[in-house]
């Protein structure tokens, strides 16, 4: 006997009841620690990475090597990419947790 196909929407959205709540298991102030932590080194990191980069871009101009002049630039956007994405992390996962939690 086959189920209508009403019945089978009915059964893709059920609603299992999960919402996100702080204070369910313990760990999560060292969790957040940690993941603080690894965003600053990543900043850190990133800071070192565009110093290199800038390094390189001048050097390259400065000798005429438009290859090491190149790749400078293209480290300095990766490197400005990365501390823009770093520097959003929390906005843009705060964005997309509250646009999923409208989802119905």
Known sequence: ????????????????GITPSGGGLPGLSVL??????????????????????????????????HQAEANGKKGAVVAAGAALGLGAANGIIAFFSGLGSQVH
């Open 1 to 16: 006997m086959s189920v209508p196909l009403a019945d089978r929407f009915i059964r893709l959205a059920y609603d299992p």
């Open 32 to 65: 957040k620690d940690v993941v603080n932590s690894i965003n600053l080194f990543a900043i850190v990191a990133v800071v070192g990475a565009l110093a290199v980069s800038l390094g390189v871009w001048a050097w390259g101009h400065h000798t005429g090597g």
